[in-house]
């Protein structure tokens, strides 16, 4: 398996503007995060699925932040409008039985 | 609510020396505990998993310990090598999600 997969890799966008970031887990797991990492906060769980069903999204800061996941091997995090804050590296994870496996991250850069 | 502190924040030693990282966490009930590595501008990298009912986990140079019932986990890091700089941090896995530290630099200077 290559391991959990997030595109793009860098995205910069304008404030205003909607930003998409995609995630495709690691075949067979079925728990799914996605994480958002600053200097000012580190770590912070955003959202989590399980069989592909939103279990607990209260880190999600607000309404303009929303994830899908419509199946097994692929979920989506988008922010609609974006602003300067949401500048962050997002991290996608997934995880089986036991150990959490993370994708390299998409850093979001909003102007 | 969990709460996961690692200490210290960050760590400068000469290369050699046996090193030991910390991760408390406030509420025992966890159900695993791992740790990570993470290099600057890159992702997290997954090193020892320790699931509940052990006491630790060894892999190479890297033993991690676990002690539920005083909320701690360390990381021991043998013959440190320069290669071994970046950022450990441990999550405690809380029933289904992963709870975060706030992560030790670690260097490593020949």
């Known amino acids: 398996d290559a391991g959990v997969i997030q595109s793009p890799r860098h995205e910069v966008t304008e404030m205003g503007q909607e930003v998409t970031l995609r995630c495709k887990p690691i075949?067979?797991?079925?728990?799914l995060f996605w994480y958002r990492q600053t200097m000012m906060r580190g770590l912070e769980l955003l959202i989590y699925?399980?069989?592909?069903?939103?279990?607990?999204d209260s880190g999600m800061p607000e309404d303009r932040f929303s994830a899908k996941m419509p199946n097994a091997s692929f979920s989506t995090l988008k922010i609609q409008p974006s602003e300067p804050r949401d500048s962050a590296v997002y991290f996608c994870?997934?995880?089986?039985?036991?150990?959490?496996?993370f994708g390299q991250g998409t850093r979001l850069t909003v102007v | 609510k969990q709460e996961v502190t690692q200490i210290p924040a960050a760590l400068s030693v000469p290369e050699g020396e046996n090193l030991v990282l910390n991760c408390s966490f406030t509420d025992s009930a966890i159900y695993n505990l791992q740790w990570f590595r993470q290099d600057p501008g890159k992702g997290l990298t997954s090193l020892l998993l320790?699931?509940?009912?052990?006491r630790e986990q060894t892999s190479g140079r890297l033993n991690a310990s676990l002690d539920k019932s005083s909320g701690r986990s360390t990381l021991y890091i043998a013959a440190s090598q320069p290669g071994d700089s970046a950022t450990y941090l441990c999550a405690v896995i809380d029933a289904d999600k992963l709870i975060f530290g706030t992560g030790t630099r670690l260097q490593v200077f020949p």
């Open positions: 699925f399980n069989n592909n069903v939103p279990i607990d």
């Open positions: 320790i699931q509940s009912s052990q």
């Open positions: 075949s067979g797991h079925d728990y």
């Open positions: 994870a997934s995880r089986g039985d036991s150990v959490a496996f």
